[in-house]
DNA sequence: CTGAAAGCGCTAACAA
DNA sequence: TTGTTAGCGCTTTCAG
């Protein structure tokens, strides 16, 4: 336990060279002479000497690092994604600087110890910036992602689902399937996925002639959607069909549905999601769900941030992609001829 | 989006006071009047200054970061101790730099990213350091502290939980429960925990005058899981009861029992799984498990690892916290009087 | 309490 | 190709 701390100066020293040459031979370009090299490289095991990345970041202005910033790992969809990020970013050779906010109410330390950290990119899952913060960021020039949350601020990148879509198709498929009691199981009422996905529901039961019946707030989380889904059930006229805005919740509200009301799903009750996390298709859930394309999407967002670090002069984005439905046994079998969209 | 980068001269000057003097104002024990602070709070504000982090570390040689290597998050296990590490570190002021590692092989470049990032400590959840690993860190006097993973090497801490104890009880119960044709489902045949399980139920079940009926490798995960359990019921003689490494394999495995073979869990099949996550006491997986106390691992963990980086005299732990088995609808009920552990 | 000066370990001109 | 020389932005003596 011995607290050296080996410099390039060491090394240079025991090499006979001067301490340029030793950057030198650790930097990707090198202009070194393989004699040179050679040298430097035994002494550097000998001495056991890593270059220091802090010293390095400091002149060359690059930590080479990037802040992703997480609301949540409950949601398996995220912890999927903060997986993927890292062996994408590690792999681009970036690390990876955690942070976790709750609310974007107090995120406002959060995103000053981002800035203080001299991170390169942001990437963001599932948290908004409000305006002062994507202004602060902007004018530091610092590349943000926000995956699944939009913010109304051009400069800021996004990528998300077409969450109205998503929400238009549930409503209709549920109508379709002669449902009438139909309730909508939100996460965070004013996120902008839920929003999105709620207002894209009720047009799809308006298209179809229906109006929402009932509706809860679960966080997204499970636990609170298992009590959301109590209310619901425990009113006289309990609904007959549930979209929730996530597959998390809608486990949540099929567990109690059935463990609690002894009601069947679908039989009394058909069930609709959001996301298709890996466990949605386990048989015991057997989930009806939308897609969302989990691998396109920190894809297209990983590409994007390191394009914008790359090229500061690379434009914002604001990608949106489809969502899939999943049939599953969640939901009721049409009983005949339905047209559904 | 301007690259400025505002530094403390900037503020110095125009707050008409020494480069220090911003410093000073920036830093927690100052020792300012409070004039100066004001006038420099002011510039400061208006420029939109930000004391650079990096520039500090290099100075007081102190990051403030910690390396969190994680092997995967498909387990709710470990993405929840990723959640509470990171909520905890950022609570003590400290950075969170995740690095993910699919095996110790390969590990090697993985730990030189590591050392090179100059952070102050290293939290691995489920993966360990071989022999030369281990004498490089520890020569760096850089603390390490392992969760759910052992290491032959003193000087580096570990924190787990008594794995031979929950499979000896596992076993015991099982056989107590008159079940005969008793498999197991590996995780990771060279992982520790696996190895302490397994060792545990076999014993376990000796103890009982009974033995291992069968076994299959899942590696820790669902897919796997799925395959092996597969393997397991379509033998001639295929278990009637199940204990899993991990919750995630057990789970897959009552799945796939349940809905590709027909039988009934706890009827046809008892399973039981180690780790007690969240799922596990969904109404529908209704996991018979051991409890791994999460909070306490990591809490305990966490505060290992600072208490060795403040105070590097700290000798190292080895941790191992007691498993609670927690009874419910996978395994059958005792039928009579059997005495159980 | 404040400012001047000396670096932290490294990279990046510039000369040799 | 190499060594020399400036710093990167900050903290920290050390005088004043």
Redesign the interface.
């Given at each position: 336990?011995?607290?050296?701390?080996v410099t390039s100066h060491d090394v240079a020293r025991l090499a006979g060279v001067s301490q340029s040459a030793v950057s030198r031979t650790f930097s990707p370009d090198a202009k070194v002479s393989d004699k040179t090299r050679k040298k430097v490289m035994e002494a550097a095991r000998q001495l056991?000497y890593?270059?220091?990345?802090?010293?390095r970041?400091?002149i060359t202005?690059s930590?080479r690092?990037i802040a992703?910033v997480?609301y949540?790992?409950?949601n398996?969809f995220y912890?999927?994604m903060?997986?993927k990020a890292?062996?994408f970013f590690?792999q681009q050779g970036y690390?990876?600087?955690?942070?976790?906010a709750s609310s974007s109410d107090g995120f406002d330390d959060v995103l000053?110890?981002i800035?203080?950290?001299?991170v390169e990119g942001i990437l963001m899952l599932a948290i908004t910036l409000n305006d002062d913060q994507a202004a602060?960021v902007?004018?530091?020039?610092i590349p943000v992602v926000i995956i699944n949350r939009t913010v109304d601020y051009a400069?800021i990148s996004q990528v998300a689902c077409d969450n109205f879509q998503g929400g238009y198709w549930a409503g209709r498929h549920l109508v379709s399937l002669g449902h009438r009691r139909i309730a909508y199981l939100s996460g965070l009422v004013d996120s902008s996925t839920d929003i999105q996905r709620r207002a894209g529901f009720v047009e799809g039961l308006a298209s179809m002639g229906a109006a929402l019946h009932d509706s809860g707030i679960g966080h997204y989380q499970?636990t609170s959607a298992c009590q959301a889904t109590r209310l619901l059930f425990a009113s006289t006229t309990p609904p007959d069909a549930l979209f929730a805005a996530n597959d998390l919740m809608a486990?949540a509200a099929?567990?109690v549905i059935?463990?609690e009301f002894c009601l069947k799903v679908p039989e009394d009750v058909s069930v609709i999601g959001f996301d298709d996390v890996?466990?949605a298709a386990?048989?015991?859930?057997s989930l009806t769900t939308l897609q969302q394309p989990v691998q396109t999407m920190i894809m297209r967002a990983t590409e994007l941030l390191l394009a914008q670090i790359d090229q500061?002069d690379t434009p914002p984005q604001q990608i949106t992609l489809p969502v899939t439905p999943m049939l599953r046994g969640s939901v009721r079998r049409p009983s005949g001829d339905v047209n559904d969209t």
């Open positions: 336990m011995k607290k050296k701390s056991g890593r270059p220091n990345t802090i010293a970041s400091l202005r930590s690092t992703v997480v949540s790992l409950e398996p912890s999927y903060l997986e890292s062996r590690k690390h990876l600087l955690l942070f976790s000053d110890d800035l203080r950290s001299q602060l902007c004018d530091y020039g400069g499970y486990i099929m567990e059935q463990s890996p466990m386990w048989p015991s859930h500061p």
